[in-house]
């Protein structure tokens, strides 16, 4: 038969597991909230950024953007050097897009000249954002350990009381009951076969002869007692 786990170490299971998906919640809760915030700055950032271009081209009729790299702008629509992965992208914000080895983020907008896309390179950010999560797992495991050990600890010395009766329960089985009984029937045994229990018996069976002759001997004394 299976041996049953403890109740300590069931307690302690029960609590890791309650923290585990706990920590996986939140740790969840928290890159989604991360990640909708970094889109909308991402996307902010684009936004009023082209919307300054835009003017000042509309103000300047020879100013031009001067690409650097790390944030260019494209017409998608005119012929040049665009990147293929954006020449398809529809209008509106497009997050962590990929090509030329870096990850980028693009705003698609659409204007009388066709769609105008300004992209602005996110690779540091990502990298960073990788980094920065490194110790928040290490510390999120090592204090899921540190919580194991101590729910372990606590659980024993909780059900310390119910061991201990546990222990006192298991002590009264029915072999040592069984112990005990053949130990009374010895001792009556032994007292049985002893002289005073002998001359106890004796007196015992002598007056018990006693009382069977003077019960057969009085119905013939009361008939005596009568004839005369």
């Known amino acids: 038969m299976r041996r049953r786990p403890s109740l300590a170490r069931q307690i302690t299971l029960a609590v890791v597991a309650y923290a585990v998906l706990l920590s996986i919640a939140l740790f969840v809760h ?14 902010t950032l684009l936004d009023t950024q082209l919307t300054e271009i835009l003017e000042r081209q509309h103000t300047q009729p020879g100013y031009e953007w001067r690409n650097n790299g790390r944030f260019d702008l494209y ?4 012929p040049g050097d665009v990147p293929e992965a954006l020449r398809r992208l ?31 390179d996110i690779d540091g950010f990502e990298d960073q ?24 600890f606590g659980a024993r010395l909780l059900t310390r009381p119910l061991r201990d009766l546990a222990a006192r329960i298991a002590a009264l089985r029915p072999t040592a009951a069984a ?25 015992a069976t002598s ?22």
Not at 30 to 42: C, F, I, K, P, Y
């Open 75 to 78: 017409a998608l629509d005119a």
């Open 179 to 203: 112990s005990v009984s053949a130990c009374r029937r010895g001792r009556v045994r032994n007292w049985r076969s002893s002289p005073a229990h002998s001359t106890t018996t004796s007196n």
């Open 90 to 120: 529809a209008p509106g914000f497009h997050d962590s897009m990929v090509y030329g080895g870096n990850e980028w983020a693009v705003l698609v907008r659409a204007g009388d000249a066709g769609r105008l896309a300004l992209v602005l």
């Open 129 to 152: 954002e990788r980094v920065l999560m490194r110790p928040v797992v290490a510390s999120s495991a090592l204090l899921l350990l540190l919580l194991g050990v101590a729910a372990y």
């Open 30 to 43: 928290g890159v989604l909230v991360n990640e909708t915030a970094e889109r909308m700055v991402w996307k």
């Open 207 to 228: 007056n018990s002869s006693i009382a069977n002759v003077r019960s057969s001997t009085l119905p013939a004394m009361n008939c005596a007692r009568r004839c005369r």
